[in-house]
Nanobody
Framework: QVHVVESGGGLVQPGGSLRLSCTVSGDFQIIYTMAWYRQAPGKRELVARINYEGVTKYAPSAKGRFTISRDNTKNAAYLQMNSLELEDTAVYYC???????????????WGQGTQVTVSS
């Protein structure tokens, strides 16, 4: 069993900041990639991802405003979001697409999502 839990969402004014956290727990050996997606009505997109070595990739909409990081000792990833805009309103999901389980197999897991609302 592997559990992915997000936290840190909320209501923020335009221009504000939020920090999302994702923690993975359970029976596994290693998490290669950790990623943040967001889902707005009719639209789902990759926001940012980071591999085990810390190499990152961002959506154009996130570049320069968001920073993804991870702590391999805690099996956690973070998304620091600055200069938030109305268009950033969405449910944000943590995805761990390549978790190597103790059995040796690889699985894809998602968290339950955390709501981010940017509104004045």
């Amino acid at each position: 069993q592997v559990h992915v839990v997000e936290s840190g969402g909320g209501l923020v004014q335009p221009g504000g900041s939020l920090r999302l956290s994702c923690t993975v727990s359970g029976d596994f050996q290693i998490i290669y990639t950790m990623a943040w997606y967001r889902q707005a009505p009719g639209k789902r997109e990759l926001v940012a991802r980071i591999n085990y070595e810390g190499v990152t990739k961002y959506a154009p909409s996130a570049k320069g405003r968001f920073t993804i990081s991870r702590d391999n000792t805690k099996n956690a990833a973070y998304l620091q979001m600055n200069s938030l805009e109305l268009e950033d309103t969405a449910v944000y999901y943590c995805n761990v697409p390549r978790v190597v389980l103790n059995s040796g197999s690889t699985m894809d897991y998602w968290g339950q999502g955390t709501q981010v609302t940017v509104s004045s």
